[in-house]
């Protein structure tokens, strides 16, 4: 068989498969941990920020603030 620089040969394209589908693999997980982590901020702030609205609405302690239930976020 002759070399030729454009060939590629059958063990050169499954190893090029098993590292792509590695690399997708990787970056799936990658991705759905970023995704997770914006969830949980935006959870966080919406929390902060309705807490804060209801403070300014309400003027009276509940349990949650009180510190005598836990908030469910």
């Known amino acids: 068989a002759d ?3 454009n060939a ?3 063990a050169e394209y499954l190893m090029t498969q098993i590292c792509a589908q590695d690399f997708s693999e990787g970056m799936k997980q990658s991705v759905l941990s970023v995704t997770g982590a914006l969830k949980d901020g935006l959870r966080a702030q919406l929390a902060a920020h309705m807490d804060k609205m209801l403070d300014e609405l309400f003027c009276i302690k509940s349990l949650q603030d009180q510190g005598k239930v836990e908030k469910p976020w």
Do not use: G, K, L
Request: neutral net charge; glycine residues 0%.
């Open 3 to 5: 070399s030729d620089y």
């Open 8 to 10: 590629v040969t059958r």
